[in-house]
């Protein structure tokens, strides 16, 4: 991956935190290769206080794990 598209990447998990830790619901949903056209299928609204805290959490891991690769990719520049 270039630096370039992981930087946006970690751009945008940081603004997905922040998203989510102030949001009252999440919507979520399962999307089907066949039926893409029809958007979100089985989804369901949460409150942010069911699963709002549990999404940051998997955000904060994955910009820890992007910040990481973004480290290793510099020294190797």
Known sequence: MAID????????TERLITV???AD????GTEDQI???RGLINRITLT???IGEQIVNIL???LVAMRGELEKL????
Request: proline fraction near 0%.
């Open 20 to 22: 989510y830790g102030n």
């Open 35 to 37: 039926y893409t056209r």
């Open 48 to 50: 942010a206080a069911e």
């Open 5 to 12: 598209d992981l930087m946006r990447q970690i751009q945008e």
């Open 60 to 62: 904060e891991r994955r």
């Open 74 to 77: 510099s020294a190797e520049h």
């Open 25 to 28: 619901e999440v919507i979520v």
